[in-house]
Protein backbone atom coordinates (compact mmCIF):
# COMPACT_ATOMS: atom_id res chain seq x y z
CA UNK A 1 0.00 0.00 0.00
CA UNK A 2 1.38 3.12 -1.15
CA UNK A 3 1.07 6.56 1.32
CA UNK A 4 1.82 9.38 -0.31
CA UNK A 5 3.19 12.85 1.21
CA UNK A 6 3.60 15.87 -0.09
CA UNK A 7 6.20 18.69 1.64
CA UNK A 8 7.76 21.53 0.04
CA UNK A 9 4.47 24.10 -0.56
CA UNK A 10 3.88 27.57 0.22
CA UNK A 11 4.16 31.04 -1.07
CA UNK A 12 6.08 32.82 -3.61
CA UNK A 13 6.57 36.00 -5.73
CA UNK A 14 6.35 35.50 -9.14
CA UNK A 15 9.24 34.64 -10.95
CA UNK A 16 10.44 32.72 -7.76
CA UNK A 17 10.47 28.91 -7.28
CA UNK A 18 9.63 26.17 -4.99
CA UNK A 19 10.36 22.55 -4.75
CA UNK A 20 7.62 20.22 -3.93
CA UNK A 21 8.35 16.47 -2.84
CA UNK A 22 6.33 13.53 -2.46
CA UNK A 23 7.53 10.53 -0.57
CA UNK A 24 5.91 7.12 -0.59
CA UNK A 25 6.10 3.24 -1.26
CA UNK A 26 5.98 2.99 -5.38
CA UNK A 27 7.29 -0.51 -5.56
CA UNK A 28 4.14 -1.49 -6.73
CA UNK A 29 3.21 2.10 -8.41
CA UNK A 30 6.12 2.90 -11.10
CA UNK A 31 4.37 5.65 -12.41
CA UNK A 32 4.44 9.17 -10.41
CA UNK A 33 3.61 12.77 -11.00
CA UNK A 34 1.54 15.88 -10.06
CA UNK A 35 -1.28 17.13 -10.78
CA UNK A 36 -3.22 20.83 -9.57
CA UNK A 37 -6.14 22.16 -8.48
CA UNK A 38 -7.17 25.51 -8.82
CA UNK A 39 -10.07 26.91 -6.78
CA UNK A 40 -13.38 26.97 -8.93
CA UNK A 41 -11.56 24.48 -11.76
CA UNK A 42 -10.93 21.10 -12.41
CA UNK A 43 -7.59 19.13 -11.93
CA UNK A 44 -5.03 19.56 -14.36
CA UNK A 45 -2.31 16.91 -15.08
CA UNK A 46 1.04 18.79 -14.52
CA UNK A 47 3.91 16.11 -14.73
CA UNK A 48 4.71 12.16 -14.55
CA UNK A 49 7.44 10.20 -14.41
CA UNK A 50 8.66 6.39 -14.63
CA UNK A 51 11.04 4.41 -12.70
CA UNK A 52 12.17 1.91 -15.13
CA UNK A 53 13.40 5.19 -17.89
CA UNK A 54 14.18 8.43 -18.11
CA UNK A 55 10.37 9.27 -18.89
CA UNK A 56 9.64 12.47 -16.99
CA UNK A 57 7.67 15.18 -18.74
CA UNK A 58 5.55 17.94 -18.57
CA UNK A 59 2.36 19.62 -19.05
CA UNK A 60 2.78 21.75 -22.10
CA UNK A 61 1.50 24.84 -19.18
CA UNK A 62 4.15 24.50 -17.62
CA UNK A 63 6.79 23.32 -20.21
CA UNK A 64 10.25 25.09 -19.78
CA UNK A 65 9.44 26.32 -16.32
CA UNK A 66 8.83 22.89 -14.33
CA UNK A 67 11.02 19.79 -14.38
CA UNK A 68 10.57 16.45 -12.26
CA UNK A 69 12.84 14.33 -11.06
CA UNK A 70 13.43 11.02 -8.69
CA UNK A 71 14.51 11.56 -5.55
CA UNK A 72 18.52 10.55 -4.71
CA UNK A 73 17.19 8.03 -2.09
CA UNK A 74 15.28 6.82 -5.05
CA UNK A 75 11.71 6.32 -3.05
CA UNK A 76 10.96 10.05 -4.02
CA UNK A 77 10.14 12.51 -6.37
CA UNK A 78 10.76 15.90 -6.90
CA UNK A 79 8.97 18.68 -8.61
CA UNK A 80 11.18 21.71 -9.57
CA UNK A 81 9.09 24.95 -10.22
CA UNK A 82 10.60 28.07 -11.57
CA UNK A 83 9.56 31.37 -12.88
CA UNK A 84 6.35 30.64 -10.88
CA UNK A 85 2.70 32.67 -12.31
CA UNK A 86 -0.10 33.76 -10.54
CA UNK A 87 -1.85 31.26 -12.95
CA UNK A 88 0.10 28.20 -10.98
CA UNK A 89 -1.59 28.93 -7.99
CA UNK A 90 -3.32 25.73 -6.91
CA UNK A 91 -3.42 22.79 -4.38
CA UNK A 92 -1.21 20.26 -5.75
CA UNK A 93 -1.71 16.94 -5.46
CA UNK A 94 1.09 14.23 -6.03
CA UNK A 95 0.08 10.77 -7.59
CA UNK A 96 1.25 7.73 -7.95
CA UNK A 97 -0.09 5.21 -10.90
CA UNK A 98 0.41 1.54 -12.09
CA UNK A 99 3.06 3.33 -15.37
CA UNK A 100 3.67 7.05 -16.39
CA UNK A 101 1.20 7.07 -19.26
CA UNK A 102 -1.66 5.90 -16.59
CA UNK A 103 -0.60 9.29 -14.43
CA UNK A 104 -0.61 11.38 -17.49
CA UNK A 105 -4.09 9.81 -18.36
CA UNK A 106 -5.14 10.28 -14.84
CA UNK A 107 -6.62 6.72 -14.36
CA UNK A 108 -6.14 4.29 -11.05
CA UNK A 109 -4.41 6.49 -9.28
CA UNK A 110 -3.37 7.17 -5.52
CA UNK A 111 -3.67 10.76 -4.74
CA UNK A 112 -1.70 12.24 -1.88
CA UNK A 113 -4.04 15.26 0.29
CA UNK A 114 -2.17 18.06 -1.54
CA UNK A 115 -0.44 20.52 -0.97
CA UNK A 116 -0.99 24.28 -1.35
CA UNK A 117 0.75 26.70 -3.73
CA UNK A 118 0.32 30.32 -3.67
CA UNK A 119 1.61 32.69 -6.31
CA UNK A 120 1.52 36.08 -5.61
CA UNK A 121 3.06 39.72 -7.26
Known amino acids: QVQLEESGGGSALIGESLRLTCTGRTLNRPGMGWFRQAPGKSREYVAS????????RVADSVKGRFTISKGGDENSVILQMNKLYPEDTATYYCVAGDAAAEVRNGQNLIWGQGIQVTVSS
Open 49 to 56: IAWHGAGD
